[in-house]
């Protein structure tokens, strides 16, 4: 938008040339009178005044003007050189003694100049004529096409808005399309209009036409105005946008809506009495029934329920259903109704168990369906015109400022929340109190109402009893459960039948609903394998034995679902087990299909290939992981695509889940499940064959991917390979050899430095470096520090801005320093171990706690922002990102104090404490006093070793002069 407004500006200064080659060249030609005073010596007085008063008008025009065109400025200094002489020449018509009126300012000019004079200033001006006028028809033609060129430049940026608009489900398309258009109508017709214009010039100064090249001039920059301002007035609309779009972008993170994309829809029916004005059944505990606090109500109104009752999918169901959404609208009272939800999910990443992407996700959902309130949201913080990535985090006061503001502004609106799971809140030292605290936060407007669902734990049955609104969903559901048991016992052929010879199979549908006792997961386990037992034409007793067998409490149904599994795959499902109840997240279904292929070839090739895999064999091994997990967990574990879309799961595309949370919960408890893991795994490491099928996984690429899918792949595998240090990490907690583990991480460093070398990606040696030094794999952080201790040597920000890389769109973080992955600084943390030795490795190679990096922008034109290691460090820690025991900490930061680390910084701009008052209440008033007594002592021996070495210099030079004396 620079340009445009430069060339407008140009365009300004031109118009001030031509008005004074008009203005005297007219007052130069004889044809006509265009003063008309009084006679006598006061008209002619009042003649001059005029005359000179219009010069000095343009003149100050001219003085005020500034071209950057070294033409155009040569072409206004001989404007202000004729008004000048115009000038001199009036003053001296004012001293002279004539009264009679003169016919026009020429006659009159004559009686102080002599003809010529006149003739040369008539020349002058005829030579400036023609001189704008081709420097006007040059310019246009030049601003013309250039005008196009930045219009195709704002072409594409609009095109990347609205795929990122499509990304985010902003609609603002129609908008910026309209804009787009009538720039491009205008393109046209100044293009067309233009092309006239410059051969009528043409004419014009072949032909000696002062009046009609005048015209022609200002025709010519009229149609230019009207092209650059509509060029203006788009750019700043994508500017605008841009900058909106971009602070939208770092609210949102990628995993915001996984949990509810993998929520399951409600069955046909279910849940609908909820939002009926007479429900069936009546709302123990509450006063204020949901579908009144809908319409009416302020405030919380809290679901509670038994782990399995069906919490998640109700509220998954109340936000999608219009039902709802019709009666906050009577609430709102013909007020914007704003919605947003969220999902705390305890297996997902950290912000999906965080306050802070509770809060970023409430704030862009807010943002994304009012976008006018992107602007009082901003106001609210301390503007970062640049916006990081999701894996940075937003502080939590920050984040409640632009809450507050947008829930408080003039903009009347209405919002309701939806936030599911609070029992599955987790963040590092903060507990449920301190999430209680910020949910009194959010409900303190008349403009906001909240639904919460939970368990019934006792924090949350304490901030809530008192609110009118609750209710105990286990309590309500008996309508729902008949059903679906029903529809599904009527679907199968066989009960059809069964039922038809005997009337107590109806009663058998009762008893299933008695004992479910409002937990719909046990009915969804039930109901599975009693249907198994139908369709092999199980006896009604035989039907009640089995219901028999299947206990009430939920736990000890996982037990029974375990002991269900053939002993001949207990080996395989302990695998499987282990692998999912390690990892921090999901993992991907590839993993563990090629766990399974380990099994019958154990041998690994360790080479850096890659190769690809065809649809069949995707195909093959998705259909074939679907059943070993049935046949090896009992449907505990399942396959779902990650996107949460059902009925096109790929090995690729998959992901490995519990089947409910409560799965997890127990996995993590049974003190049995340890055991099988002992019995079963004891002559293998089962962490070290996840490594390795870790490796094979990223070893390989869907045949199908084009080149930009398999660029994206390389640049998203820095998440499997966090799990493979996870593993690794595990691994070397139980062995005491790092041989296999080296060579596997060399092999995988091998394989990620070929792929992206072909792919014209960055390589990740200092991310391979820095991640091994942070399990304490000290062997493979040794021998690489041999062969390449340049790794861990400061990049020098010169040269991180002068990095030509042809890769613009790699804006991961894997030229960070080795010291900022050593020391768990990364956005997912995988690890708790904390390896002083290989963090001294690093440090005595050469690494700076000092050291900045680029802190990654979403808009790569934005300028690039930096931060060190050491005050990222300090920032994770007082956030909480970082958690560590005290003495651990204290070590820490004293190694990292010795090797030069700054105790005088701020860890960022929008939080200026030092790092005392930092580190004080992580550490106490004493630790944190050693500390800095330290820190002094190494200035006061770095400042010592400067005085000696400036001592030896001064000794060498007397030296050095003694001995040119003799």
Request: charged share 25%; proline share 2%; glycine share 4%.
């Amino acid at each position: 938008m620079a340009e445009v407004t430069a060339a407008l500006a140009a365009l300004n200064v031109a118009c001030n040339v031509i008005a004074v080659v008009d203005f005297t060249w007219t007052l130069l030609t004889e044809a006509r009178e265009i003063y008309k005073a009084e006679t006598g010596a006061s008209g002619n007085v009042t003649f001059i005044g005029t005359i000179t008063k219009d010069i000095e008008y343009h003149d100050k025009r001219l003085e005020a003007s500034h071209a950057d065109n070294m033409e155009l400025q040569e072409l206004v200094k001989e404007s202000r050189r004729i008004t000048a002489r115009l000038l001199g020449a009036l003053e001296k018509m004012k001293t002279g003694r004539r009264h009679s009126k003169w016919k026009s300012f020429r006659a009159a000019l004559g009686e102080v100049w002599g003809k010529s004079d006149i003739k040369d200033l008539t020349e002058k001006v005829e030579i400036l004529q023609r001189q704008i006028a081709r420097h006007v028809q040059m310019s246009i033609s030049r601003e013309v096409h250039e005008t196009r060129n930045e219009i195709g430049a704002l072409a594409n940026m609009i095109s990347a808005l609205e795929i990122t608009n499509s990304q985010l489900d902003i609609s603002q398309k129609g908008d910026v399309k309209t804009l787009e258009s009538n720039v491009m109508r205008a393109v046209e017709a100044s293009t067309s209009a233009n092309r006239q214009n410059f051969e009528q010039l043409r004419q014009a100064i072949l032909l000696d036409k002062a009046d009609l090249l005048t015209e022609e001039v200002i025709s010519g920059i009229q149609n230019s105005r009207q092209l650059l301002s509509a060029t203006k007035q788009l750019a700043g609309f994508v500017e605008v946008t841009n900058a909106n779009q971009a602070f939208l972008q770092s609210l949102h993170f990628s995993s915001r809506t996984t949990r509810y994309r993998n929520i399951e829809v409600a069955y046909s029916e279910t849940f609908e009495w909820i939002l009926h004005d007479n429900p069936p059944l009546d709302y123990r505990g509450s006063t204020v029934r949901f579908k009144e606090w809908l319409e009416a109500s302020n405030g919380i109104y809290w679901i509670s329920g038994k782990p399995g009752s069906g919490k998640s999918t109700l509220m998954k169901f109340l936000y999608n259903n219009e039902k709802t959404k019709k009666c906050l609208r009577a609430w709102a009272q013909n007020k914007p109704l704003v919605t947003a939800n969220f999902y705390f999910w305890n297996a997902g990443s950290t912000l999906q168990k965080s306050q802070e992407g509770l809060l970023r996700s409430i704030v862009f959902e807010m943002l994304r369906q009012s976008q006018d309130l992107i602007t009082v949201a901003r106001s609210a913080v301390i503007a970062p015109s640049r916006f990081e990535q999701d894996d940075k985090a937003w502080e939590l006061d920050e984040l409640l400022s632009m809450y507050t503001a947008i829930v408080t502004c003039d903009m009347d609106r209405k919002f309701c929340l939806f936030i599911d799971g609070l029992d599955e809140f987790e963040e590092g030292r903060r507990t449920h109190r301190d999430l209680l605290n910020t949910l009194r936060h959010l409900k303190h407007s008349p403009n906001v109402k909240v639904c919460l669902s939970s368990r019934p734990w006792t924090e949350f049955d304490d901030e809530f009893r008192n609110d009118a609104g609750r209710l105990k969903l286990e309590e309500l559901t008996r309508g729902d459960i008949e059903r679906y048991v029903t529809t599904h016992f009527t679907k199968h052929p066989q009960f059809k039948v069964l039922a038809t010879q005997n009337i107590a199979y109806s009663d058998f549908i009762q008893l299933v609903v008695d004992r479910a006792q409002g937990v719909f997961l046990w009915v969804y386990l039930v109901m599975r394998e009693l249907l198994k037992g139908l369709t092999h034409h199980d006896s009604l007793n035989t039907l009640r034995r089995r219901l028999d067998g299947f206990p009430p409490d939920l736990e000890e149904f996982f037990k029974v679902l375990i002991k269900l599994v053939d002993p001949m795959y207990h080996k395989q499902m302990a695998r499987y087990f282990f692998l999912a109840v390690t990892a921090k997240h999901p993992l991907p279904a590839s993993f563990y299909s090629f766990m399974d292929d380990l099994e019958d070839n154990p041998v690994l090739t360790l080479e850096g290939n890659v190769r690809s895999m065809s649809d069949e064999e995707d195909d093959r091994r998705q259909d074939q992981l679907k059943r070993r997990l049935d046949g090896r967990t009992r449907g505990l574990l399942e396959l779902h695509d990650s996107d949460g879309l059902s009925g096109i799961v790929s090995i690729w595309t998959g992901e490995v889940d519990f089947l409910h949370r409560t799965v997890r919960d127990f996995l993590r408890d049974y003190q049995n499940i340890q055991n099988l893991f002992t019995q079963h795994l004891s002559d293998e490491s089962p962490s070290l064959t996840a490594c390795k099928a870790i490796l094979i996984s990223n070893q390989t690429i869907p045949s199908k991917y084009t080149r930009n899918e398999v660029r994206q792949t390389f640049r998203n595998t820095q998440f499997d390979w966090r799990h493979m240090f996870l593993f690794a990490a595990i691994y070397l907690d139980t062995s005491d050899s790092e041989t296999e583990l080296e060579k596997l991480l060399v092999a995988a460093e091998e394989t990620e430095n070929t792929a992206r070398s072909v792919l014209r990606l960055k390589p990740r040696s200092r991310y391979f470096l820095g991640m091994a030094a942070g399990i304490g794999c000290c062997s493979y952080l040794e021998s690489k520090l041999k062969f390449a201790p340049l790794l861990v040597t400061p990049i020098s920000e010169d040269v991180d801005d002068n990095d030509n890389d042809d890769d613009d769109d790699d804006d991961d973080d894997d030229d960070n320093p080795a010291l900022f992955f050593a020391l768990h600084l990364t956005k997912d943390n995988l690890s708790n171990v904390m390896s002083m030795r290989c963090i001294s490795l690093l440090l005595n190679a050469g690494a700076d706690p000092n050291e900045r990096y680029v802190v990654e922008l979403y808009r790569p034109a934005i300028e690039k922002t930096y931060n060190s290691v050491w005050c990222t460090f300090l920032d994770a820690v007082r956030g909480g990102h970082l958690v560590l025991e005290k003495r651990t900490l204290y070590e820490l930061s004293s190694l990292l104090i010795s090797h030069g680390a700054d105790l005088a910084v701020s860890p960022n701009d929008r939080d200026t404490r030092s790092t005392v008052d930092i580190l004080t209440p992580f550490l106490g008033r004493r630790m944190v006093l050693q500390l800095h007594e330290e820190f002094l002592q190494k200035q006061v021996a770095a400042r010592k070793m400067v005085q000696e070495a400036q001592v030896a210099v001064q000794k060498k030079r007397k030296s050095r002069k003694l001995c040119c004396f003799f």
